[in-house]
């Protein structure tokens, strides 16, 4: 048996967008979709009763740091990751890679895995790809990643061919050492940097392998927008169609849009969670500092055309104060605002692909983002 189950129901006319069906072991996920990002078994400042509200239908837990803090194996006594944290819909694991390879002054990669240092107690620890899986088998995550090197950006031809080298092995290695076959998908995770001829190799190479779903790995790391949706259009060619396709760490407005027109189908990202606790919330109208003064008496809800729960009870004034006098309420008000905004867009752009006006619709959400910016 399979662990999920992925169908794609239908392609838009004029770009690689298309609409699909992913049947996890806790629930249906209709694609494309945003995945709001639970690093340490949290969605920051949202509880899951208020993740469903908006409609999230799955969310990402982060190996890394669930391994340190509190430990896979309590997650595992206490029934696995969705128990522990009370959230019955799917989660999504990621590997700890890009986290072990953020830590670069406090870790050392060799063929068998990587040395790093916690950030927590500067204790020692040693991640293999077996490992890796072994800890994402213990939380139950019914999506779990390869162990994968995340090169950084730039870097040159040599070290981002043998990051991808390495990559490729450890997915083989953690595609062996895989138990629960039947209940958690695991994924491949393309790298191979700005370099086409790698990112192509790497493709290839891991769908010979025949892995449930693919991630597009290393992008918006640092380099041009226009390379990143370049290199995501000609990553996706390589990928096969009828499984799904998951772009790792982007979740702008445009960056969704532009993604799924390249045939992206899963996104996810701190971005929404982080900038909504200092104050920064996305609007039709492009993104609203709502800590500036410009607020102070702006009894106007954070964004006309959103029926969230903070828009239709509060105002930028409110906010504004909350945030000055460093309420915890602000934080919550703010965050759930980002993520529904995000979920509503994907809503928005699943209806697009279903008319065939994705491209129009595009145009249309752009030009109104861009044309009035509030910041």
Known sequence: MAAIKYRVIKKDARTKARLGILET????????????VGTQATVKAMTPDELKEMGATIILGNTYHLY?????????????LHKF???DRAILTDSGGFQVFSLSSLRKITEDGVEFRSHIDGSKHFFTPEKVIEIQNSLGSDIIMSFDECAPYPADYDYVKRSMELTIKWAERGKKA?????RQALFGIVQGGTYKDLRRECAERLV????????IGGLSVGEPKDLMYEIIDFTTDYLPHDKPRYLMGVGTPEDLIEGVIRGVD??????PTRIARNGTVFTSRGKLIVRDAPYAEDFSPLDEEC??????????????HLFKAKEILAARLATYHNLYFLIKL?????????????????????????????E
């Open 85 to 87: 944290m009370n959230w």
């Open 25 to 36: 072991p806790h629930g249906v996920i209709e694609t494309p979709v945003f995945m709001p």
């Open 346 to 374: 994907m809503e928005k752009i699943r209806e697009a692909i279903r008319q065939d006006r994705l491209l129009e619709f595009k145009e249309e959400f752009l030009r109104k983002y861009y044309g009035n910016r509030e």
């Open 178 to 182: 895989h138990k629960n076959t039947d």
């Open 68 to 80: 340190l803090r509190p430990g896979h194996k309590i997650i595992e006594k206490a029934g696995g």
């Open 307 to 320: 029926d969230c729960y903070t828009c239709k009870n509060y105002s930028r004034a409110y906010l504004r």
């Open 266 to 271: 899963m996104f996810d990202c701190v971005l």
């Open 208 to 215: 010979d392998m025949d892995f449930p779903g693919y991630a």
